[in-house]
């Protein structure tokens, strides 16, 4: 069975940092054919994909909002995704989900609705900003 469980949210302040994880289980993060992507979804707005990263793809994606101050990896040991967020705004405050499919990058970062093409999604951590 496929899991995807998020951890690393809470309370920071306004250029803080936190590092979010996403543990897999049922499947491998390197698996050939499979995208991860991290998204976040604040209240009354749309669900928005902020980084995606895909074993068929070296080439890291990063919303223009996050670009420069977020960073995503994997580490294969630990069957983990993470994103790595600094200089932390308040516009950031959302819940963070992580999600897997076989989709690429490219096609990961336009998804706005759940569960939009992909496979199975976390249930979320959430992440507040304060300024």
């Known amino acids: 069975e496929v899991q995807l469980v998020e951890s690393g949210g809470g309370l920071v302040q306004a250029g803080g940092s936190l590092r979010l994880s996403c543990a897999a289980s049922g499947f491998t993060v390197d698996e050939q054919g499979t995208g991860i992507g991290w998204f976040r979804q604040a209240p009354g707005q749309e669900r928005e994909a902020v980084s995606c990263?895909?074993?068929?793809?070296?080439?890291?994606y990063y919303a223009d909002s996050v670009k420069g101050r977020f960073t995503i990896s994997s580490n294969t040991a630990e069957n983990t995704v993470y994103l790595q967020m600094d200089s932390l705004k308040p516009e950031d405050t959302a819940v963070y989900y992580c999600?897997?499919?076989?989709?690429?990058?490219?096609?990961?970062?336009?998804?706005?609705?759940?569960?939009?093409?992909?496979?199975?999604w976390g249930k979320g951590t959430l992440v507040t900003v304060s300024s």
């Open positions: 999600a897997v499919g076989p989709r690429p990058c490219q096609y990961i970062m336009a998804i706005t609705t759940t569960p939009g093409g992909m496979d199975y």
């Open positions: 990263i895909s074993n068929n793809d070296a080439e890291l």
